[in-house]
T-cell receptor
Framework: SQTIHQWPATLVQPVGSPLSLECTVE??????LYWYRQAAGRGLQLLFY??????ISSEVPQNLSASRPQDRQFILSSKKLLLSDSGFYLC???????????????FGAGSRLTVL | AQKVTQAQTEISVVEKEDVTLDCVYE???????LFWYKQPPSGELVFLIR??????QNEISGRYSWNFQKSTSSFNFTITASQVVDSAVYFC?????????????FGGGTRVLVKP
């Protein structure tokens, strides 16, 4: 069966410090991968998605970047965090388009980031 | 552009009452998927249902039921005989069948509080 791991679960960082959140998926190959952010009391905003190694699509211009160095690894980074980067970050995966179950996203447990 | 609106930000009910969550969507796609996800206090999003725009039949799963009305662009969700464990934030989401990267657009969420 497929599993998705996301870490760290919680993170408190000072303004201006770097960020690295990691997400890995097991039990599947060539998944679509996603990073969503949920600000306090608000909905989910898609930040990045990837349909393959090295292929990153950015949805919202911001202080963050994403990378996919391996098929089942997705990393969210920042060189200098802002206060507005605080939030709950969720990684998700889905099977590629055209496959059974496509469009159904399975989410990780999330990473709660507080920037002070 | 796609848009999902969940007008109810918070609903409070007493256990065993029924609760209906509204979801209205906008899309130019002729074929699309609609979803409901549950986010319990732990934070992880749990997939509940995916409905294809071709299929307007209502669906029931235990205490959960969904009413898809294409004519009014609505996909409402009812919890019958609510229980305390149903307390969570519920998100409605939309994805075009051929959306690049199978991206989901989420509504703002409805927080359901079931009191004993």
């Amino acid at each position: 069966s497929q599993t998705i791991h996301q870490w760290p679960a919680t993170l408190v960082q000072p303004v201006g410090s770097p960020l690295s959140l990691e997400c890995t998926v097991e039990g599947t190959s060539n998944p679509n991968l996603y990073w969503y952010r949920q600000a306090a009391g608000r909905g989910l905003q898609l930040l990045f998605y990837s349909v393959g190694i090295g292929q990153i699509s950015s949805e919202v211009p911001q202080n963050l970047s994403a990378s996919r160095p391996q098929d089942r690894q997705f990393i969210l980074s920042s060189k200098k965090l802002l206060l507005s980067d605080s939030g709950f970050y969720l990684c998700a995966w889905s099977v590629p388009a055209g496959k059974p179950g496509a469009n159904v996203l399975t989410f990780g447990a999330g990473s709660r980031l507080t920037v002070l | 552009a796609q848009k999902v609106t969940q007008a109810q930000t918070e609903i409070s009910v007493v256990e065993k009452e029924d609760v209906t969550l509204d979801c209205v969507y906008e899309t130019r796609d002729t074929t699309y998927y609609l979803f409901w996800y549950k986010q319990p206090p732990s934070g992880e999003l749990v997939f509940l249902i995916r409905r294809n725009s071709f299929d307007e039949q209502n669906e029931i799963s235990g205490r959960y039921s969904w009413n898809f009305q294409k004519s009014t662009s609505s996909f409402n969700f009812t919890i019958t005989a609510s229980q305390v464990v149903d307390s969570a934030v519920y998100f409605c989401a939309l994805s075009g069948l051929k959306a690049a990267g199978n991206k989901l657009t989420f509504g703002g969420g409805t927080r359901v509080l079931v009191k004993p």
